[in-house]
């Protein structure tokens, strides 16, 4: 069965440094992969995906993600933090079975300090 | 706002009662997920309908049960309710039944079993 794993379930950086939250699948197959976004009292929002296609994946609020096969892994950054970053963030994975079943991992708590 | 409708946004109800979630998806969305989130379980896929139909299921309780009506709304029916059942409920909507389409949440229902 398909799995994610995020390592760390908190994340500290200040303000301007890098973010680097880290996310491991667990797939027999090729997977389809996720980054949502969960900020307090709000559902989850996506961030970017992975189907096919470039490896280097951009999504919104300047965020990206790679999809290394060989390390299978599908690590998300950001150049820069900015205060609103902070949230909880989800790695996901879904099979290509014709529908989508996301499997979601137990999150990474950005905190964004001044 | 990502269009994807829940009522209520809080309820508190006892040990042993029955309460139903309620869903809207987006404007055209034909499928339905349900997704419970507690702090030791983290987001567990619950039940997945397409256009009125059931088409997956995951964790799902035999004391909940789920369905999506002909307007494309959908319920969540949690019985025999436990303090374990305590959680955020989540419904979310896509407008296909593939893999990549990506899922829209709403906002959840937060149940306190007291």
């Known amino acids: 069965a398909q799995s994610v794993t995020q390592l760390g379930s908190h994340v500290s950086v200040s303000e301007g440094a890098l973010v680097l939250l880290r996310c491991n699948y667990s797939s027999s197959v090729p997977p389809y992969l996720f980054w949502y976004v969960q900020y307090p009292n709000q559902g989850l929002q996506l961030l970017l995906k992975?189907?096919?296609?470039?490896?280097l994946v951009k999504g919104i609020n300047g965020f990206e993600a790679e999809f290394k096969k060989s390390e299978t892994s599908f690590h998300l950054t950001k150049p820069s933090a900015h205060m609103s970053d902070a949230a909880e963030y989800f790695c996901a994975v879904s099979l290509n079975t014709g529908f989508q079943k996301l499997v979601f991992g137990t999150g990474t708590r950005l905190l964004v300090s001044p | 706002d990502s269009g994807v409708t829940q009522t209520p946004k809080h309820l508190i109800t006892a040990t042993g009662q029955r309460v139903t979630l309620r869903c809207s998806p987006r404007s055209g969305d034909l499928s339905v997920y349900w997704y419970q989130q507690s702090l030791d379980q983290g987001l567990q896929f619950l039940i997945q309908?397409?256009?009125?139909?059931?088409?997956a299921k995951g964790n799902i309780l035999e004391r909940f049960s789920a369905q999506q009506f002909p307007d494309l709304h959908s319920e969540l029916n949690l019985s025999s309710l436990e303090l374990g059942d305590s959680a955020l409920y989540f419904c979310?909507?896509?407008?296909?039944?593939?893999?990549?389409?990506?899922?829209?949440f709403g906002n959840g229902t937060r149940l306190t079993v007291t």
């Open positions: 992975y189907t096919t296609g470039a490896t």
């Open positions: 979310a909507s896509s407008g296909g039944n593939s893999y990549n389409s990506p899922l829209h």
């Open positions: 309908y397409y256009n009125g139909e059931e088409r």
